[in-house]
């Protein structure tokens, strides 16, 4: 089993740029597809961007895509989220998880395949 502790989110204004850590223990998050969920007030849990086992190769919701990164630092068993030119509709709780490898790609985006999470962790843009 692998746990997550979530950190780094805070209060930023609009055009302003965070950076989350998912800290990993008791396995090598190197093991697993790592992902980062968000769910704002009264909205559905939303995929956010994921980064496979191995390689590394990484995958983005097209909102996000070319304003985050996700980044993986094994000797530190960590995954980050950098996040620049935010939004106030990317205020939200982001969450971390962790699932084993599975055939296909398709169930990287959806949470319910994810068997390992974090507590969240609190992001909130000013516009």
């Known amino acids: 089993q692998v746990q997550l502790i979530e950190s780094g989110g805070g209060l930023v204004q609009a055009g302003g740029s965070l950076r989350l850590s998912c800290a990993a223990s008791?396995?090598?998050?190197?093991?697993?597809?790592t992902a980062w969920f968000r769910q704002a007030p009264g909205k559905e849990r939303e995929f956010v961007a994921v980064?496979?086992?191995?390689?590394?190769?990484?995958y983005y919701a097209a909102s996000v895509k070319g304003r985050f990164a996700i980044s993986r630092d094994n000797a530190k068993n960590t995954v980050y989220l950098q996040m620049n030119s935010l939004k106030a509709e990317d205020t939200a709780v982001y969450y971390c998880?962790?699932?084993?490898?599975?055939?296909?790609?398709?169930?990287?985006?959806?949470?319910?395949?994810?068997?390992?999470w974090g507590q969240g962790t609190q992001v909130t843009v000013s516009s």
């Open positions: 008791g396995r090598s998050v190197s093991n697993y597809a």
């Open positions: 998880a962790a699932e084993e490898p599975k055939g296909g790609s398709a169930w990287l985006r959806r949470g319910h395949e994810y068997d390992y």
């Open positions: 980064i496979l086992w191995d390689g590394g190769d990484t």
